[in-house]
């Protein structure tokens, strides 16, 4: 199999400086915007989920490899001659992340895993880094499946996979308004995903995408928006604490109603395949304009 570098390495060192960065002019611009425990939290949780990724890269690279032996058409991977099937594979990329994040806000098994990434009482650089280690087991692998049943290489998919997940780091904060109105049209930007993050009944199932818009209801209905709302979990309790994988100790970011436990240093499977668990999307006719469902960022006018 033919093989790529992982762009992702390549931009840690951008990473890092960005983080420091924005670290830096939250301390001089509104300090609330980072809080020691929390972004200690996410660094944690993104280095786990390196690790994970790590110990079942194998597994994933093995079932991409089987299943590109059914593929339905030979492409190359050399770019002069299928350049292309690259921009081909880097769109249908990022449908297939769309399809994925649509289905894990939707679906209970995938939200069990994704429910992490939007535990945070903050949103900046480091929520980005907020990923769970149990992707594998919920098999949100599954999605990107599809594109080497069709015959784009292993090694072409994941470096695509790649360069769009490192444009994924940069729309979580608050350092940034809006951009340029062609720009935002067309893109995904940190006033979009910001309201992503919202909690607020009107602003949940709001953009789903990666890095390129998507033509859809929830596009359209996200650019009426502009009143600041809370982020993070709808129903939220402290997500600074570690949580013991069989649920006891220390909670972190339990649903009210208790049904969802999140396991942040050590979730398990187990975790994944609980019974009960809650999704954020609610019914489009509730409001909440009187006050937050939860603490933490918010998606007001600053937020467009």
């Known amino acids: ?19 420091i960065a924005e670290m830096v002019y939250s301390l001089r611009k509104d300090r609330s915007r980072y809080e020691a425990r929390d972004t200690l939290t996410s660094l944690m949780l993104g280095t786990v989920s390196q690790v994970a990724g790590a110990l079942v890269g194998a597994a994933v690279v093995g079932m991409s490899v089987w299943v590109y032996q059914y593929r339905l058409f030979d492409i190359g991977i050399e770019f002069r001659t299928w350049w292309w099937a690259w921009i081909l594979c880097f769109f249908l990329d990022d449908l297939a992340y769309y399809v994925f994040h649509r289905s894990a806000h939707r679906v209970r098994w995938f939200w069990a895993s994704h429910v992490i990434h ?42 695509c996979a790649g360069l769009n997940l490192i444009y994924q780091f940069w729309i979580h904060t608050e350092a940034i308004g809006r951009m340029p109105r062609w720009f935002e049209a067309v893109m995904n930007t940190p006033s979009h995903h910001r309201v992503h993050h919202g909690v607020n009944p009107r602003y949940l199932d709001a953009n789903y995408a990666r890095r390129l818009h998507h033509l859809g209801p929830d596009v359209r209905q996200l650019r009426r ?47 994944v395949a609980r019974a009960g668990l809650e999704p954020r999307r609610q019914p489009r006719d509730e409001r909440d304009d009187q006050g937050t469902l939860g603490g933490g960022i918010g998606c007001s006018s600053r937020c467009f």
Request: proline share 7%; glycine share 6%; no cysteine.
């Open 225 to 271: 928006r502009a009143r600041r709302r809370a982020g993070a979990l709808r129903h939220r309790q402290a997500t600074r604490q570690l949580q013991h994988p069989m649920g006891r100790g220390p909670r972190m970011g339990r649903h009210r109603e208790g049904r969802l436990a999140r396991a942040v240093a050590a979730q398990t499977l187990l975790y």
């Open 118 to 159: 939007h535990s945070s009482q903050h949103y900046n650089l480091s929520t980005a880094l907020r990923q769970t280690w149990t992707g594998f087991f919920s098999l949100t692998f599954l999605f990107r499946l599809p594109l080497f049943l069709i015959g784009f290489p292993p090694a072409m998919v994941f470096f």
């Open 1 to 19: 199999m033919d093989k790529l570098p992982d762009p992702v390495v390549y931009a840690v060192p951008a990473f890092i400086l960005l983080l």
